[in-house]
């Protein structure tokens, strides 16, 4: 059953049981689809030691940057880490204070929708050949070098949708949609950040993204 929370208040008990060590991942491409208000709560909540799994490490100084300035990641997975506005995440790991495996976007995605899917490893052939790739099993596959690439499992995925049903059912804004629908599949306990609710039945199935069985938590702003 899909647990549906409402205003600041619902976002802090909606997080309330994320773990110090915890693996998070984070929806959002930059600030597309960003749960911002999640992140916050994660914030006041307090946990450390965390391992975030994003496209990107954080933007200015609020969402995830922000938690990333109260020192409360331990290591973070990317595609993107660095850009013009990334000063929270360039001066930690400057510093030796944030460790950093950086993905390949693809290799990203795919990762997460392996561990929705049940996949024990796949092979893929970005990265090879490069630094990424050291220290991994590679194999020819038709003529080209593939790495071996693992799933990524979240402990809890904090995520952006533009609408839920009381059920869970999640329907996506544009490009806002992004890594969401993937993580909702790849992490124990899902808490999602929208919009509206709107009674079970109200939303078109066919714009139905995440099926509700993948939601534990909703939150409307």
Not at 206 to 218: L, N, S
Request: contains cysteine; proline residues 5%.
């Amino acid at each position: 059953m899909t647990l549906v929370f409402e205003g600041r208040a619902g976002a802090d008990e909606a997080v309330a049981d994320v773990a110090d060590g915890a693996t998070v991942l984070v929806g959002g491409f930059g600030m597309a689809g960003m749960p911002v208000d999640l992140v916050d709560a994660l914030i006041r909540q307090g946990a450390t030691d965390l391992t975030v799994v994003s496209n990107n490490a954080g933007n200015g100084d609020t969402g995830l940057a922000a938690l990333l300035a109260r020192g409360r990641v331990r290591k973070v997975v990317c595609s993107f880490p660095r850009q013009h506005d990334s000063w929270v995440f360039d001066g930690l790991y400057r510093s030796g204070r944030i460790e950093l495996e950086l993905v390949p976007q693809g290799n990203l995605a795919e990762r997460l929708r392996a561990a929705g899917a049940g996949i024990g490893a796949f092979f893929c052939p970005t990265g090879a050949g490069t630094p990424l790739a050291e220290g991994k099993e590679t194999r020819e596959i038709d003529g080209r070098t593939h790495v071996l690439e693992y799933p990524i499992k979240g402990d809890v995925a904090l995520i952006g949708a533009h609408r839920a049903d009381r059920a869970g059912n999640l329907v996506y804004r544009k490009t806002a949609r992004n890594f969401g629908p993937v993580m909702a599949t790849a992490a124990t306990t899902v808490v999602a950040q929208v919009g509206a609710v709107v009674p079970t039945g109200a939303l078109d199935p066919e714009a139905v993204v995440t099926p509700g069985i993948y939601v534990d938590r909703v939150v409307v702003r």
